[in-house]
Each structure stands twice: as structure tokens, then as C-alpha cells.
């Protein structure tokens, strides 16, 4: 019998909730928080330097999303289970997350018992659902069985691709997000037309609205 305590980072840009969370998995005599971040971008630091067994992910957060967060952590550190608890049951949020390679998706409602069930279920290789999160997932299981499965575009995108598109329906003008890249305008503009062209989108009012329905960004933001 493995007696060794399920190591676990909490991931989240609101420091009490962090607090909240350590304290009631606390109470599970097989679960231990070694650590905590604020964001996204943060997270990927205390997990390359933690290697927790699981991570508890939000998905708005400032600086890098969880979906972003996820789609890293878990490409990097496949051996690391990503939970996301998110207030958000968005339909293309939880489709981006298990994309982006999470084992399990929770609800900020959930009781403490469902989010002890979910680390141990993931932790053991499974995967753990929110009932309604469940629902979701199967429901876009079976249509995807019924059609010829295409190609996200978004995932034809490249990282620096993506965070251009970020940056462009953040609002920023090109010159901004070439500052903030340290890449030429040319440069940006060359990678704007070339996500246009990619997810067959010829203008900013679109890509935004297409950022939301991806969790790109959100739309209480």
C-alpha cells in the first residue's frame, strides 16, 4: 500500500481561496499542498520546481489562463494530473481544458469530498468529473463519434501564434504587443495574418468572439 501523501499545488489569482483550499484538504490524512500560485505563467515555475502529483487550476486568471497553463504543464510534465476548478461551466471552456490535456474539471461549488475523490481519482491515472462537467464531455464524445473528426484550427496555431492572437483581442496595437514580444511590427503583422488565415477570421470584432468561445479570454474579463 502506497502510504506517500498526494503532493498538491493550488493554482489560483485569489490568495484566500488558496488559503481556503490548503485548509480544507488539510483534513485528508493522504493529501498534502506543497504549493501556490497566482497565475498561469507562475504555476509553470512552482511545478518545475515542485513536481507536485496534482495541480488545482483556475482558468481566469491575469498574465496566462489556466487553459494556456494546462496545455504547457501537461505537455512538459505529462506525469504531472491537472485539475481544473473553475467557476466556469462554459461549454467550450471545459472542451478547451481537456484538450489542453486536464484529467479532471471541477466546479468552485463543489463540497470538499468531490475535490478529495477528484485528486485521488487522477492521481491513480483516472479521470474525474463534475456531474454536470461530465455530462458536457460525454455529450461531445458521442457527436465527434458520429462526424469525421476535423482538425482544431487553433491547435495549427504556433505558441508565438497564440500569443499574438492573445495579445491582439486583449486590445493591443501592434507596435504594444511588439514591445511586449521584443519582435518587429513586420513581425506581428506577418503572425496576424497568418492566424487570420488559419482559423478563417478577417477581423478583430471575430477573432474576439472567437477568443471567448475558446476561453481565450473571458468575456467578464
Known amino acids: 500500500m502506497d502510504n506517500r501523501k498526494i503532493r498538491v499545488v493550488i493554482v489560483d489569482d485569489h490568495a484566500i481561496l488558496r488559503e481556503g483550499l ?3 484538504l488539510a483534513l485528508s490524512n493522504n493529501i498534502e499542498v ?3 500560485a497566482a497565475n498561469g505563467k507562475e504555476a509553470l ?4 520546481q515542485l513536481m507536485p502529483d496534482v495541480v488545482l487550476m483556475d482558468i481566469a486568471m491575469p498574465t ?3 487553459i494556456e497553463s494546462t496545455r504547457r ?5 505529462p506525469e504531472v494530473k491537472v485539475i481544473v ?3 466556469h461551466d462554459n461549454r467550450e471552456y471545459i472542451l478547451s481544458v481537456i484538450r489542453a490535456g486536464a484529467s479532471g474539471y471541477l466546479l468552485k461549488k463543489a463540497v470538499t469530498s468531490d475535490i478529495i475523490s477528484g485528486i485521488q481519482a487522477v492521481y491513480e491515472g483516472g479521470y474525474y468529473f463534475y456531474p454536470t462537467i461530465a455530462r458536457t464531455v460525454i455529450e461531445d464524445y458521442l457527436e465527434q463519434s458520429k462526424s469525421k473528426p476535423s482538425e482544431d484550427a487553433y491547435e495549427r496555431l504556433s505558441e508565438r501564434e497564440r500569443e499574438v492572437l492573445k495579445l491582439i483581442v486583449e486590445g493591443h496595437s501592434s507596435n504594444e504587443i511588439g514591445q511586449m514580444l521584443f519582435i518587429s511590427v513586420k513581425t506581428v503583422l506577418r503572425h496576424r495574418t497568418s492566424i487570420m488565415e488559419k482559423l478563417d477570421i478577417h477581423n478583430r470584432t471575430e477573432l ?3 477568443a471567448i468561445r475558446k476561453g481565450i479570454i473571458h468575456a467578464d474579463a
Open 85 to 87: 476548478l473553475s467557476q
Open 208 to 210: 474576439v468572439k472567437y
Open 73 to 77: 504543464m501537461t505537455k512538459a510534465f
Open 64 to 66: 496566462m489562463d489556466g
Open 22 to 24: 490548503k485548509a480544507l
Open 34 to 36: 506543497v504549493g501556490g
Open 45 to 48: 515555475d512552482v511545478v518545475t
